[in-house]
């Protein structure tokens, strides 16, 4: 008998239909003795209809403590849904705002953080054996206000409520089978991955493969909870993120992720001297600008190329504060190539495997993929390459490590 | 400057643009120094929404907590809004849930008592200048779950912080101008009353004419919280429901009120003997059946007729439970009169008055309107009569008293 958190996703619970569903999926894990807790998002396009009646009625700018308390209520009517639908199956259950099931949060509204969960009330239920399905998303802070957690913040409930609880397992159900080694639109032998560890899914999730928000990840990594991705309409085992693989040496690379309309900007022969970098990266934050990749060449006569990317939506804002920053950094002229795209290898197994940043370049040089910049990291090796051949250069990675070939 | 607690019901709140009109309203009043708490409903049909789903996904049964867990995420959206757009027009204010408020009711899901209402928070955000925006209809349990008041919730919460805040005036808003001496439609020459008292009040309520809620009223009675009934989309002051009326024996009827489509039944020749009346009617309300009128005439022979009058919509049952029990009580048959109305007349005056009732029956004889049964209590005289002489009976009361003047 395990203890397991068991969180859904919106389009898991966007009508009456799909929670009578899901509540029937939780009813069979509660009727084979495991304790459940059920974490839920709201339901289907219900948080898009509240924050656009919230711009309506504050001219664009909702006060934040009043959008939180507007955004919470899309959780609670999903709970209570599903807390009704598992009664009327006989099961046992409750449902629990975040503020019932003890989540405190920082004072932070609209992207607040989790100081603390007390698992009492939590542990209370769960002995008397009911169902606690709890709002995702959401918790109170000292003050007694709601507070919402921001993108990916039900996620994340679930996850810090498995750490608190030390629950088996924190499966997150998508519509998706599970992390796949690439997207399966681009690469139709891109293979369902069985298990991946905390890192290798960090990696994939900033790279745009993004079953699972980052932050979950790096809670579940802190903490050391199993998680579990899988779907919500397959009975199918997902793919398990988890510490440590056994066997971890054999499996070079565990996917591809890639993202596209990327833009390259380049501030050229910028002063080589301390502080240029602080400046420019400071303008682009202030912008509220997220930068991706970041590359600085030495060149000659002590002045150096300053290059990053951005999302292709964010390249015209950028371009002007270069722009605007061009002269006090000493450089020549600002390029922008819009038409850019990020692939990326990722896997633990590089660390122990000296050929794969070497069999990666082969493989795209032989497939006619010209490499603009390259990044690495300990479990990562990425390339900008044009956007029109991200596909191929994609298909051809895959193809390099063998990812179609199960472990 | 005054304390004023102000409530809208849901078709004042309807959608983001009646918000914003109910906003700027409010706002006229803070500009003018007044504190201003403001109790909300749901907007508009969103409470019959919620039960749909509640219904759906539970076969119809849904669990009561979690009902109220559902119900009450409606009055949530709708004062987060409205605080969104007081701050959008310049205003300081805050929204707050029933139990952000302080407002502790009783276990009784779907239809809580409010045990206590802690003013604590509340007096110092007026302090502060805030204005404050709390959810009708809701409180929690000391146990910290969510209830609801049952109907007429919204107005019982404006009516109760007004009590417990002291309060100078409960402003009660509707879609109409106050209360009328009858139904305009009824009766096109009835006229807006400018005061009545509580009593009066509570008795055209149950009546039908049912602006205000009767345990609303009697809260307002019991704490003296003057209660001002007046129209959203007016300047117009409304009605004044007031404890007593300077000159209030100049009026000797406020009102008319009615109710069509009863059903008079009647059971004949029961045993005159003690319980019999209490068997019939603990039958009746096990059946959840709510009896109106109760008529019992004496006969010959220790044989009594038992009569009473019901909804049109509850007959078929309160038949079934008669004819159940006829034997039992010793009755030789029911009857069923399933096109009565009633209709009475309510008036503090009539107290000081003897020739009320002669009045009244003398008119109804003149216009031909012939009177099945009377029942009286100190401040209405009502009589039963054929469904469809309703509106000529209205109008001749409304005229033989004169209402249509001005007082």
Redesign the interface.
Known sequence: MALKVMKFGGSSVAD?EK??NVARRVAREYDAGHDCVVVVSAMGKTTDH?VS??D????G???P???D??L??GE??T???M???L??MGKSA??L?GR?VGIVTDFVHSKARIREISTERLSQLLGERKVCIVAGFQGSTEN?DITTLGRGGSDLTAVAIAAALKADVCEIYTDVLGVFTTDPRVVPGARKIDQITFDEMLELATQGAGVLHNRSVECAKNYNVTLHVRSTFSEEPGTLVVKEIENMEDIVISGVAFRRSEAKITIRNVNDEPGVAAKLFTALAKKHIQVDMIIQNETLNQRNDIGFTVSGADSAKALEVCEALKAELGGSEVVCDRNVAKVSAVGVGMQTHVDVAATMFRALSEAGVNILSITTSEIKITVLIAEEQVDRAVQTIHDAFELSKTA
């Open positions: 009456v929670i009578r509240l009646m919230a309506e009625v504050s001219g700018n909702p006060h403590r009043e959008l308390m507007l919470s209520t609670q009517v709970i209570a849904l807390a009704m639908a009664e009327n409750i449902s705002t019932q007694d």
